[in-house]
């Protein structure tokens, strides 16, 4: 029998995903403090989430926003019910463009992206300070956190896009016709 017989490839794309997301967020949140102490870290997890979001259709992205935010919500300290409607409202922001303007390249990806994680700490510190007596938002750490993203953000794609290719399952898994 062959190893893809044994194990579907939606479910080792499935596991790959989780594996990434939870790389990303422990290396964001974790990792980064470990070695460079308060210096402000990458958003590792934003192509992530940008990818999943643009790449799946509706009801799937949905589920993978869902799974995605419980992962997200275990790895950090932030307040459930902002951290929630933070990343719901980049979704919306992220399906509006995917809608009106998008055609699925990797500049699109790029773009998204880096407006997103431009976006978190503002949309963030909206939602929080309906929670928060005393909000706080600094501009000097979120400029640097999203500069330092920005190299990251076409690596990371580059390798969602090619892992996903590689992941995605023959249309005809049946062996009755021969692909050429």
Not at 34 to 53: A, K, R, T
Not at 100 to 119: C, N, Y
Request: net charge positive.
């Amino acid at each position: 029998m062959l190893p893809s017989k044994l194990v579907s490839k939606k479910f080792l794309r499935f596991l790959f995903f989780t594996f990434v997301m939870l790389t990303c967020t422990h290396l964001q949140t974790t990792i980064w403090f470990s070695f460079f102490g308060y210096f402000p870290s990458p958003c590792f997890w934003v192509p992530v989430f940008v990818y999943l979001m643009m790449n799946r259709p509706f009801p799937y992205n949905l589920a993978w926003l869902i799974y995605f935010y419980l992962i997200f919500l275990t790895q950090t300290t932030a307040v459930p019910i902002t951290l929630f409607l933070s990343i719901m409202t980049l979704w919306s922001l992220i399906l509006f463009f995917q809608k009106r303007f998008s055609t699925m390249s990797m500049g699109d990806f790029i773009f998204v992206t880096a407006i997103t994680t431009f976006l978190f700490p503002g949309v963030y510190f909206l939602y929080s300070m309906f929670t928060f007596a005393n909000p706080h938002l600094d501009l000097l750490m979120n400029f640097i956190s999203f500069v330092l993203t920005l190299p990251v953000i076409p690596p990371t794609l580059s390798v969602l896009k090619h892992m996903d290719r590689f992941f995605t399952p023959n249309p005809c898994e049946d062996n009755l016709v021969i692909h050429l």
